[in-house]
């Protein structure tokens, strides 16, 4: 297995992460539940600033983790569909904005573990949008990637809008089959979210 990539640094104070932690979480429920329920979740999450315009730039991390519980406490029945489909709707956002058609191209035309390589690189160099104050690292191996958000700050039980997040990229940039468990979880109690993504 590969030396695990370098750990980022977690930053004084808050930390930011991208706007599609609110953006697409906002969305998702929008459509299962209505324009009534998410301006409702989002006054009890505290974002009623949000309520006409969604934000554009990183936002604090409390901001989006208030979102995530708050959704999770109104809608016990399906708030891990709601946020796994968040989450593939951040991937989403990635491929058509943020990871280069040519780069996706080559990615996908690369044997799996390559491919693996180069874009847990991608990852971890902008994993402040999704790790916020955590410390993200990931370490390479035959066939898998463990990635870790140690102090994850949007941490909820299970995860489902990081797994989301990653499932989809694995998928469409690795391997089709590629599949993701969740092992460790701050939300569980423990001191970091553990990922392992395989595809054999």
Not at 29 to 46: M, S, W
Request: proline share 6%.
């Amino acid at each position: 297995m590969s030396p695990p990539a370098a750990a980022l640094a977690a930053p004084a104070g808050p930390g930011k992460v991208g706007p599609n932690a609110i953006i697409q979480l906002a969305a998702v429920l929008r459509e299962a539940h209505g324009a009534a329920a998410e301006a409702a979740t989002l006054r009890a999450a505290g974002l009623a600033c949000y309520l006409d315009r969604p934000p554009s730039r990183m936002t604090d991390e409390r901001e989006a983790a208030a979102l995530h519980r708050t959704v999770m406490d109104r809608y016990a029945a399906d708030w891990e569909d709601l946020s796994w489909r968040a989450g593939e709707r951040t991937a989403d956002y990635l491929l058509a904005h943020r990871i280069p058609r040519a780069v996706q191209w080559l990615l996908r035309r690369l044997p799996a573990g390559w491919a693996a390589r180069i874009l847990v690189r991608a990852i971890a160099r902008h994993a402040w949008t999704f790790a916020g104050s955590g410390t993200f690292s990931a370490r390479v191996g035959p066939g898998r990637v463990r990635l870790e958000i140690a102090a994850n700050p949007v941490a909820m039980p299970g995860c489902p809008w990081h797994c989301g997040v990653f499932t989809a990229l694995f998928r469409r940039l690795v391997a089709a089959r590629a599949v993701v468990r969740h092992e460790r979880c701050v939300g569980w109690g423990d001191q970091a979210c553990g990922f392992v993504v395989s595809w054999r």
